[in-house]
């Protein structure tokens, strides 16, 4: 089943290639051709569209154990779904923040990815506050007694490719040392950037 679902991307891929129109299909196999042609034609994409992304997460700091995957497939409706998995046995039975950092940049211990992704100018805040929050607030994921965690949700606020103030590829998955508090200003005061992984 992987390797049919991998098989599909691969054609996915081909078709992105010869077509440089941004291809909405899901993933389902059920689809029929018609449902790629419902996206929108208007804008240019700055970024060539594509079905799924991947970040690798790994440590930033030589001496504290980060890993995990963020895996984001591109749905129907211009929806992006995460599924994140992450292993911080430092942080076992503790609750870590995950953003997207604005920078595809983990250098000089996750600090080079600059501040959370925010392309619409909003305040920090809870995803889906009322006050505003930015495209990159992910939020708090709780760890086991082993220190794993994850964390699955869709948004029609990213893209994987397309115009800036959507496109999530290239940039950084940064996962804190602590918690978000939802309300310092920018940052929600999380702590080290302890895990990073680009989005590609
Ligand atoms: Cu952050
Ligand atoms: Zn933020």
């Known amino acids: 089943m992987k390797k049919l679902w991998i098989g599909m991307f691969s054609a996915a891929l081909l078709f992105a290639a010869c077509n440089s129109a941004p291809e909405n299909?899901?993933?389902d196999a059920g689809n029929t051709n018609a449902a790629a042609h419902n996206h929108e034609h208007g804008a240019v994409a700055d970024v060539p569209m594509v079905q799924q992304a991947e970040a690798t997460i790994?440590?930033?700091y030589p001496d504290t154990v980060v890993n995990g995957t963020a895996k984001f497939v591109a749905g129907?409706?211009?929806t992006v779904r995460?599924?994140?998995?992450?292993?911080?046995?430092?942080?076992?039975?503790?609750?870590?923040?995950?953003h997207l950092h604005e920078h595809g940049d983990c250098g000089e211990h996750g600090n080079a990815s600059h501040g959370h992704?925010?392309?619409?100018?909003?305040s920090h805040g809870k995803w889906g506050s009322d006050?505003?929050?930015h495209s990159g607030d992910i939020g708090n994921v709780t760890l086991d007694a082993q220190g794993n965690g994850t964390l699955a949700m869709e948004?029609?606020?990213?893209?994987?490719?397309?115009?800036a103030d959507k496109n999530i590829l290239g940039r950084a998955l940064i996962v804190h040392g602590g918690e978000d508090d939802y309300?310092?200003?920018p940052t929600g005061n999380a702590g080290n950037r302890i895990g990073c992984g680009v989005i590609q």
């Open 25 to 27: 299909k899901g993933t």
């Open 58 to 60: 790994a440590g930033t």
């Open 76 to 78: 129907e409706n211009g």
């Open 82 to 98: 995460l599924e994140l998995s992450i292993s911080a046995p430092s942080r076992a039975g503790k609750t870590v923040a995950v």
């Open 117 to 122: 992704w925010n392309p619409a100018g909003k």
């Open 131 to 133: 006050q505003g929050f």
């Open 155 to 163: 948004t029609d606020l990213w893209t994987l490719g397309g115009s």
């Open 183 to 185: 309300t310092t200003q």
